[in-house]
């Protein structure tokens, strides 16, 4: 399954967005659609249908520059809902 979703990271962006979070909606076993875990699952082709969260790389640099100023490290950028849950 990682694989999968790494593959997703691949797809072209503009050069100004950096990936954030890709969110897997469901995968693909075989031509079988609608599978929320494929994990144990037999099949020779697997696809994951994702969403992809994007940010502005100048934004995300400004937010780290601001927090290292501020005399902490930044571990991670994250999306706020999803952290927040």
Known sequence: MERVIEAAK??????????IH?????YI?????GIKTPLGMA???LEAKVHIVT??????????????KA???????ALEQLVSQ
């Open 29 to 33: 076993v075989d031509n079988q659609d």
């Open 55 to 68: 940010a502005a790389v100048t934004s995300a640099q400004n937010i780290v520059k601001c927090v290292n």
């Open 71 to 77: 005399g902490l490290t930044v571990s991670d950028i």
């Open 43 to 45: 099949g020779v082709r």
């Open 22 to 26: 890709v969110l897997p909606q469901e």
């Open 10 to 19: 691949a797809i072209a962006i503009p050069l100004d967005r950096e990936v």
